[in-house]
């Protein structure tokens, strides 16, 4: 009982932590991922589809978002292992999107959504977030807020069982 009495905190802080992903992640899309048609910073055509086949990562930032700044070195790594596609959210058009990755070394594929319609059309309230697509292109984890780098790569590879 003594033990309890101690340590009462830590479950209580689990706890709170996972009503609070909970709540967060409540209006995110689920089922198959919306499609996403749109061109890349270099103008190339890009849709959704080209991901399946394998796990997928579909990321949400923005450039004035300092958590999704934190997360750039993971999703960066990530992106050389996997699939991925990052959505720039209100970030600006696509030469102050394309100064913005150069300046802080970030280059996995991007396509903006200047207008939030994706965004929107995925649930999101805020970046950064990570939806991670199995091979079929059904989201089988979501979640908004830091991730870090093995959260996701473990994500992404029990996606791919």
């Known amino acids: 009982?003594?033990?309890?009495?101690?340590?009462?905190?830590?479950?209580?802080?689990?706890?709170?932590?996972?009503?609070?992903?909970?709540?967060?992640?409540?209006?995110?899309?689920?089922?198959?991922?919306?499609?996403?048609?749109?061109?890349?910073?270099?103008?190339?055509?890009?849709?959704?589809?080209?991901?399946?086949?394998r796990p997928a990562l579909v990321y949400f930032w923005g450039s004035w978002c300092s958590i999704c700044r934190a997360m750039q070195s993971t999703i960066q790594a990530v992106a050389s292992d996997f699939p991925v596609i990052t959505v720039a959210l209100r970030s600006g058009g696509a030469d102050a999107v394309t100064?913005?990755?150069?300046?802080?070394?970030?280059?996995?594929?991007t396509v903006l959504d200047e207008g939030g319609k994706i965004s929107e059309a995925y649930g999101l309230r805020g970046v950064p977030a990570a939806l991670i697509l199995g091979p079929d292109g059904v989201i089988r984890y979501a979640a908004m807020g830091y991730t870090s780098e093995i959260g996701l790569r473990f994500?992404?590879?029990l996606a791919g069982l």
Do not use: K, S
């Open 99 to 109: 100064r913005y990755q150069n300046e802080q070394d970030f280059h996995p594929p």
């Open 1 to 53: 009982m003594n033990f309890i009495r101690r340590h009462w905190f830590w479950p209580v802080l689990l706890a709170a932590f996972l009503a609070a992903q909970l709540w967060a992640n409540r209006e995110l899309v689920t089922g198959e991922a919306p499609a996403i048609h749109a061109a890349d910073l270099q103008g190339r055509p890009f849709d959704l589809a080209q991901l399946r086949g």
């Open 155 to 157: 994500r992404l590879w």
